[in-house]
């Protein structure tokens, strides 16, 4: 995920911090029927449905923990990858981990809202992580998907001990970045359905 925001900083694309939007209450949009084992979450601005075994973390609390995963994820907290922690608090809409996950490395679920992305089409975003991705070791795939009815694209890693999906799409003028960040077995047994939650997100109209 911060690599595809290190990508647009690499091709010297200008990224200006924007205030926050209100967002109207999510319940007033069209509820879906989940599985019984399923369960609908809210978050700042959309809603998703996972296992009913995740367990919602207070994004000020975790901010630690969330820099903690972006800063191993990109390997360093200077310069770009700092300015993105820093602004971090107010773009996160939903973390939270799954209960029934090994502890020592439970499956968690970021999910992103970045304003200032949004105004860059798709194909540049794609192009500049994997321009940054071909300098690296990291052996990541990537997948147009139809989820929900929106257009999708799945970056996934997974390597040794760390394995993640990323998906990302647009609307109400935010890019969605939502991560799982699992295991590799993890990933291999459950990508099928971090797909189908991915496809029951729903994000609430935005008022500037």
Partial sequence: MVLIMLSLSACNIPLTPRATPTVESIP??????VPDRMQVYYGEGMQITLPRSYI???VKTSLPSIIETVTNMVGS????????????????????????????????FISIKNKSLSAFPMGIVTMGLETIL???????????????????????????ANAWAAYLFKEEGRLWINVFIT???NMAALLGEYDQSIGTILIAPIVE
């Fill in 28 to 33: 007033t949009l069209e509820p879906t029927p």
């Fill in 134 to 160: 071909k300098n690296s070791d990291t052996e990541v795939s990537r997948d147009d998907l139809t989820l929900g009815g929106r257009n999708v694209i799945r970056f996934t890693y997974s390597k040794d």
């Fill in 183 to 185: 295991t590799p077995a």
């Fill in 77 to 108: 907290s200077d310069g770009f990858a700092g300015d993105l922690i820093r602004d971090l608090e107010g773009n996160v809409a939903w973390y939270g981990y799954d209960g029934e996950s090994p502890a020592v490395y439970p499956t968690r």
């Fill in 56 to 58: 919602s973390e207070d």
